[in-house]
């Protein structure tokens, strides 16, 4: 029957005296809610089903039926029939006979959606009186049925709030499956026609909401972080969420560097974002999930992870670049990083390559290894190794060229021996024998020499406390980083190598307005330790970190203020170096100090010592030891000594330091590009560089020469000792350690030799 004609048919029957119920089937929602519409007026009252709930509550059949039975008007039931048969097929059917069975005072219509099958009854009466009417229509499709936690409503756009609302979303909605808001449990119906699924928790309906969720167990998260999750996600997938919290799939992996600053939720949120959809394309934060099962696993794993590889795995360069990458935001996980440093000794020779220096303790524990390891390298070795994991401990070891070959040496080697944390034999000989031949006097000039005749104007002086010259390579290395230039001079100082004896250079400052800043930091570390730097507890020189850190720091002062033109030039001055190897030494002469702890025992004044001890060296009223013995009866230095007369303590450095120049022309003078010497000559080549320094040299044949000013400026000459022999020879022109220009040529003749053809 067509819908046009059920309504009239129904219109008659409530004109009618007729007292039994009617039921009207409906196929598809949309002819039902015209039918509605279309009664919708006067003294008809539409009576929805979900009235008898109460509140998220089961229909009350019983007060439904008993508002049918005293009904005295004209009553339109509807959504009853999408209630019953959530109980089943048998139900249904059961309960809308026992309806159109009763005898009412006034008219009831039910209004049934898709009951067709359900409503052959066997008694005839019913189609006779006209009590089961069809409307003629295409069927829609039946929606399924979602029931939710309440709490979890929010992430449902459209979702129906209690189970009262069933029977109107049944009818009504277009959705494929419509969501309940309610605490009715889906185990009530069991025999229901309608497809009913529950989910109970966030974890369920993220899976529903989006199938790759389904990659991380439940147990990964509680039950409110999943309900937390759910509410961000809302109406979307997860890939939204990592666009609203993390700024995009690609930044999420970018992100764990900054899981420290997070909050404990988006902690979790983070890790669970991970797993979910995966890490590709990081293959360390790939191997650190794996060790991993909750979201406070991950700085162990950041830190440990590595462990398990190998270091000659092809991919264990990459893998450890990027675990040092993020280890940047770890670092103040320091009971991680002590555990891992505990953990790495298990590697022994090789832990040196699962080391970074990112943290306090990794640097520690690379000096540890150096004490254990390190002598079974040369310097050059070690600088190798050590330039991808501690570059700056490499800087402080590689080789500052001094324009003394003697000094190169000595110096390489003092500080290879510093850093291994043992004197060799073989130095100590050296250290003896120049405690008599004294050769610093000859190889370097007077401080108070240099530094009278140094520029101050628009200059700020740098008062550097027991800066020796081993730190300048570390320093020359700074100074290139920072788009700085470093001119350099390497002085000695007085002696006794005491900070008294050796301010000069303050009172020259204060004569030409020159401002002096003292930093006495190195020099408090090296007399008293700092934290666990004294010997006498690692007995390793673990201070050094702290001591580039200084300098460093220092340095950047310095870029900052020069950049910002608050001076033109910085001059770093020194009044002593210091020594480490004398406090490894540990040993004792014969001579009794009166006054014992004075300086460690590197001097006395002579009125303690009326004879001169062996190695001594008399300087202001004092004895002055050269070799690394100290005054018996003195005060043992902890970490590092100074008042004696070692190389180490008594070099240097005047250090100016300005902004870096760039595009500095250099080459070798016309003149010079062809040399003819005679017998036994050695060359000498001239070189423009465009500016003035002490630290200009020349290299030939990997062999580097020093170039020394001439009345010109900007002209330099250097004597070039192996390059006697006949031929073309290529050179570079250095700049401290920055390489000016190269490909410069010139030829080597010799005199009285004449060419002379083949066929001549």
């Known amino acids: 029957m067509t819908l046009e004609k059920i309504e009239k048919h129904i219109e008659m029957f409530l004109a009618s005296d007729k007292r039994w119920p009617i039921i009207v089937d409906f196929s598809n929602k949309e002819d039902l809610k015209n039918f509605v519409y279309h009664f919708s007026v006067g003294s008809n009252t539409i009576l929805f089903a979900g009235n008898f709930c109460g509140k998220d509550g089961t229909i009350k059949l019983e007060e439904l039926l008993n508002r049918i039975e005293n009904n005295t008007g004209n009553i339109f039931l509807t959504h009853i029939s999408s209630f019953l048969k959530l109980y089943g097929e048998n139900e249904i059917k059961r309960q809308l006979k026992t309806i159109i069975s009763k005898s009412i005072k006034g008219h009831v219509v039910i209004v049934t959606y898709q009951c067709r099958n359900f409503i052959r009854f066997s008694d005839s ?30 992430a449902f756009k459209g979702s129906y709030s209690g189970f009262e609302k069933t029977g109107e979303a049944l009818e009504t909605s277009v959705e494929k499956t419509i969501y309940i808001a309610t605490d009715v449990k889906k185990q009530m119906f069991n025999m229901s026609v309608i497809n009913i699924s529950q989910l109970s928790n966030g974890y369920d309906i993220l899976c529903s909401k989006d199938s790759r969720i389904k990659n991380v167990p439940e147990s990964f998260g509680e039950p409110e972080q999943w309900n937390r999750l759910l509410k961000e996600m809302g109406a979307n997938n997860i890939s939204y969420v990592v666009d609203h919290v993390f700024g995009s799939e690609d930044n999420l992996i970018e992100c764990v560097k900054k899981y420290p600053t997070f909050n404990d939720e988006k902690k979790w949120i983070f890790y669970i974002l991970l797993c979910i ?71 022994q020779a090789d832990s040196i390559y699962f080391l970074t220096d990112v943290t306090q303790p990794e640097r520690e524990k690379i000096i540890e290894w150096l004490g254990v390891y390190g002598s079974k390298y040369d310097s050059t070795q070690l600088i190798q190794i050590l330039g991808k994991i501690y570059p700056d401990l490499a800087a402080y070891l590689s080789n500052y060229r001094f324009k003394k070959e003697f000094l190169n040496t000595y110096f390489e080697k003092y500080k290879y021996q510093k850093v291994i944390n043992k004197v060799l034999p073989t130095f100590e000989t050296v250290v003896e024998d120049q405690a008599i031949k004294l050769d610093f006097v000859s190889l370097l000039p007077a401080r108070t020499n240099v530094f009278d005749k140094i520029d101050l104007v628009g200059a700020r002086v740098f008062f550097f406390d027991s800066l020796g ?53 190195l020099d408090e570390i090296k007399h008293h330790g700092e934290d666990s730097f004294d010997y006498e507890k690692p007995k ?3 201070y050094l970190i702290k001591e580039l850190e200084i300098i460093d720091n220092a340095l950047k002062v310095i870029r900052g203020e020069i950049l910002s033109s608050q001076y033109t030039k910085a001059v770093i001055v020194s009044d002593h170096g210091a020594s480490r190897l004398a406090v490894l030494h540990e040993t004792e002469n014969l001579w009794q100090m009166e006054t014992k702890g004075m300086h460690s025992g590197r001097c006395c004044p002579k009125n303690e010592i009326n004879e001169k001890p062996s190695f001594a060296i008399e300087a202001n009223d004092y004895w002055v030891l050269a070799n690394y013995d100290r005054f018996k009866g003195s005060r043992k230095a902890n970490v590092e000594v100074h008042g004696g007369a070692t190389i180490e303590e008594v070099t240097v450095p005047i250090i100016e330091i300005t902004r870096k120049v760039d595009g500095i022309e250099a080459w070798i ?25 002490n630290n200009i040299s020349i290299k ?61």
């Open 669 to 693: 003078l016309d003149e010079y590009k062809v040399i003819t010497l005679g017998a036994m000559e050695v060359p000498t080549i001239k070189f423009y560089v465009g500016v003035v320094s």
């Open 125 to 154: 009466r019913f189609n006779e009186r006209g009590q089961i009417l069809t409307v003629d229509g295409d069927f829609d499709e039946i929606s399924n049925i979602c029931l939710i936690s309440p709490d979890l409503a929010a």
């Open 700 to 760: 030939v044949e990997e062999k580097y020469y020093d170039a020394h000013s001439t009345p010109e400026k900007y002209i330099y000459s250097a004597k070039l000792d192996d390059c006697v022999k006949k031929g073309t020879y290529i050179a570079e022109i250095i700049y401290g350690s920055e390489t000016l220009s190269s490909g410069n040529t010139f030829e080597i003749k010799k005199k009285g030799m004449t060419e002379v053809s083949l066929f001549d």
């Open 540 to 542: 390793t020189p673990i």
């Open 469 to 521: 010259v081993e730190y300048l390579g570390y320093i020359q290395s700074k100074c290139n980083e920072y788009g700085l230039s470093a001119n350099i001079t390497c002085t000695r100082s007085e002696l006794p190598t005491l900070t008294c004896f050796n301010r000069e250079f303050v009172d020259v400052c204060t004569s030409k307005g020159c401002k002096v800043t003292d930093i006495k930091d």
């Open 277 to 347: 959809l995966g890490t590709k394309k990081s293959a360390y934060l790939s191997h650190v999930l794996l060790m991993t099962s909750n979201y406070q696993d991950i700085p162990k794993a950041i830190y440990r992870g590595i462990l398990s590889l190998d270091k000659d795995d092809a991919d264990f360069e990459k893998i450890y670049n990027k675990r040092k990458e993020f280890l940047t935001g770890y670092v103040d996980y320091l009971d991680e990083a002590v555990d891992y440093c505990k953990i790495v000794s298990t590697k």
